[in-house]
């Protein structure tokens, strides 16, 4: 196959939602149709939810919150559908937004009866930012569910984003009937007690009287609801959607495998082929005959007996091939990769090629960072992994004086994970570990005696948040420096961090230096 045919066929997304949406539940029913998993029923296996999300780390198990990413690939049609699984839980959040840089697009899941929650908020600000295309399915249908109407509302006023339904429920609960699929124009009447996928009936005009056999009393408020529709929001055009402007939205239920299938179908129709990317140099076409990509995400502790890591590339442009030495460009050094693996739902495998919208397993001894490049020769640095301004902050000291080199060693690769930041105060060069979650204190903690058997104790430190400061005048910025020094540190690139204790303070600071620039996350 052409390599155009190869990256025209991928479809690469992560699926999001506040916990308990259906995240998981949705992504177990996608695998089933693309034969990734071979459990059909509407009641969930606790197996299916394992092997669906990553089990990597002990920590993971230990807890039972998935705190990792891993990626699902799989053919369905002539489609090949990766998907980006991304932590539900809400001090991972960081780990979800590096994830959403490898996609290409998102699927929003809603749980019909609390509508937008907080999370859904935050990612959707996070794909808004990229102008990510974004399908929302409205899950749960099964259960009593806010009035369809209400729902586009507040989804269209708090994820400030347009939409258009492209199927409709007959009622919600107990009554629930099942859905009008507006695309395709068919009827799929939702029963309980199917398991598996149920033959839709094709209705091209609402107005037969054939509906009412199917649907009885509910046929006439069916067809009041979609002449409203038809009538409130604009007739879809692909180009919105691509573009982010518009978020198509789907009605069913992932428990019951009921309008995943149209989901799924009209996903792999209309949402995206791999995506160009900005580079700090350029940007780069996927069709680009010559490798480029980068590094998302590190996994580490694949293996608890080893301390190897697997860095998550997403490729972005011509053919990764297994073998094939390619230069990393932070590094200027050339790399050789024997045992790239594919990921496919539940199984790795070792792979010879990928292509554009992949996202290929590499073996890692301590060389990646996120956000590192890898090309065929020229030096491009893929642009678009920021850190967020982070909000919670421990001093970290050294609690075992005869593993200082394992400790720093540990922080180290810990930090280039992504899985916190560290800062340095410019006052007394203690080190500052600042997260979003509060987790990973203890992730840290952990990781670092299990790891590389290197002691760690916190002492606290009450700020409000770090920002990256600058100036276009050097004079300003030693005056600012100056005046905040007890408050100033340094990333671990060099740059220059305001630690603000309160809102107050940095609403003052940002008043009163007016020629300092601050930014709350590290790509400015
Ligand atoms: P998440 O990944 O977004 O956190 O959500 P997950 O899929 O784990 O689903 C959360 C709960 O909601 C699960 O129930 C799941 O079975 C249920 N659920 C998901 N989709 C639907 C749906 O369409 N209809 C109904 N009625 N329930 C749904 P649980 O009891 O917490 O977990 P489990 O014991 O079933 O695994």
């Known amino acids: 196959m052409s390599l155009k045919k190869e990256i025209d066929r991928r479809r690469t997304f992560g699926i999001v939602s506040h916990p308990d949406a259906g995240k998981t539940t949705l992504t177990e029913k996608l695998l089933l149709f693309g034969g990734a998993i071979h459990v059909a029923g509407a009641v969930k296996s606790n197996k299916i939810k394992r092997s669906a999300t990553s089990d990597f780390m002990e920590i993971e198990r230990q807890r039972g919150i998935s705190v990792s990413t891993s990626v699902m690939g799989f053919d369905y049609k002539h489609y090949k559908v990766n998907i980006l699984d991304t932590p539900g839980?809400?001090?991972?959040?960081?780990?979800?937004?590096?994830?959403?840089?490898?996609?290409?697009?998102?699927?929003?899941?809603?749980?019909?009866?609390?509508?937008?929650?907080?999370?859904?908020?935050?990612?959707?600000?996070?794909?808004?930012?990229?102008?990510?295309?974004?399908?929302?399915?409205?899950?749960?249908?099964?259960?009593?569910s806010r009035d369809p109407f209400m729902l586009l509302d507040e989804i269209e006023k708090q994820l400030m984003i347009k939409v258009r339904p492209l199927s409709w429920p007959i009622n919600s609960g107990p009554g629930f009937k099942g859905v009008y699929n507006i695309w395709e124009k068919n009827l799929n009447l939702f029963s309980a007690n199917i398991q598996y996928i149920e033959e839709a009936i094709h209705f091209k005009d609402i107005d037969s009287p054939e509906l009412e056999k199917y649907i009885d009393k509910d046929a006439d408020l069916l067809r009041e609801e979609l002449e409203l529709?038809?009538?409130?929001?604009?007739?879809f055009d692909v180009k919105d959607y691509l573009k982010g402007d518009i978020a198509p939205v789907f009605f069913g239920s992932a428990l019951y495998n009921f309008g995943v299938q149209e989901l799924l179908d009209c996903f792999v129709q209309i949402a995206p082929t791999p995506r160009k990317r900005e580079t700090e140099e350029r940007e780069v076409s996927p069709y680009e005959e010559k490798f480029t990509g980068f590094v998302f995400k590190i996994h580490a502790n694949m293996d608890p007996n080893h301390r190897d890591r697997i860095a998550f590339l997403k490729i972005c442009s011509g053919k990764f091939e297994r073998n094939k030495p390619y230069l990393h460009v932070r590094h200027g050094k050339q790399l050789k990769f024997s045992s790239p693996t594919a990921f496919m739902a539940d199984k790795k495998s070792i792979i010879d090629e990928a292509f554009p919208g992949d996202i290929v397993g590499l073996h890692d001894t301590g060389n990646f960072k996120i956000g590192d490049t890898l090309t065929e020769g020229e030096k491009i640095r893929y642009k678009g992994i920021p850190s967020f301004s982070p909000e919670l902050f421990r001093y970290i000291e050294n609690a075992d004086p005869m593993k200082s080199k394992q400790l720093s060693k540990g922080i180290d690769q810990l930090m280039d994970e992504g899985v916190a930041q560290l800062f340095t105060s410019q006052m007394n060069g203690r080190k500052i570990i600042g997260t979003v979650?509060?987790?990973?204190?203890?992730?840290?903690?952990?990781?670092?005696?299990?790891?590389?058997?290197?002691?760690?104790?916190?002492?606290?430190?009450?700020?409000?948040?770090?920002?990256?400061?600058?100036?276009d005048d050097p004079k300003a910025l030693i005056e600012f420096k100056k005046r905040k020094m007890q408050k100033m540190a340094v990333d671990k690139h060099g740059r220059d961090v305001f630690l603000a204790d309160s809102k107050f303070i940095l609403d003052m600071a940002q008043q009163d230096f007016k020629n300092i620039r601050f930014h709350f996350t590290s790509e400015f």
């Open 437 to 471: 979650g509060a987790l990973q204190f203890e992730v840290i903690e952990y990781r670092l005696l299990h790891e590389y058997g290197a002691k760690c104790r916190y002492e606290p430190l009450q700020l409000y948040k770090a920002c990256w400061v600058e100036s």
């Open 229 to 235: 529709v038809n009538g409130v929001y604009p007739e």
């Open 89 to 144: 839980h809400q001090d991972f959040q960081e780990d979800t937004y590096r994830t959403l840089t490898a996609v290409d697009s998102v699927i929003i899941v809603i749980d019909a009866a609390k509508g937008v929650e907080p999370q859904t908020e935050r990612l959707m600000n996070v794909c808004r930012m990229r102008k990510t295309p974004v399908i929302v399915f409205i899950n749960k249908m099964d259960r009593p």
